[in-house]
């Protein structure tokens, strides 16, 4: 997604945002849990312009390495 700057109406590059839903699956928790961690400050959020929150990939990707993944008995 690309973000125009008002001064130089140049493109920020700003990688891929994610959706709280699809964050939620990544960490295998309910959407409103995601919401929460941001109300939190657990994890930063980008507000659209209707009011919608999003996460940037590589912000959550990194928090990804750090879970403990499931075993496959579990």
Do not use: C, I, N, Y
């Amino acid at each position: 997604m690309a973000v125009q700057t008002p001064a130089t109406d140049a493109p920020l590059t700003q990688g891929a945002l994610l959706t709280p839903g699809e964050v939620a699956v990544l960490f295998r928790v309910d959407p409103k849990t995601v919401t929460r961690w941001a109300q939190a400050g657990k994890l930063s959020a980008v507000r659209t312009l209707g009011g919608h929150r999003r996460f940037h990939e590589a912000e959550v990707r990194q928090l990804l390495t750090g879970v403990p993944q499931q075993r496959a008995g579990e």
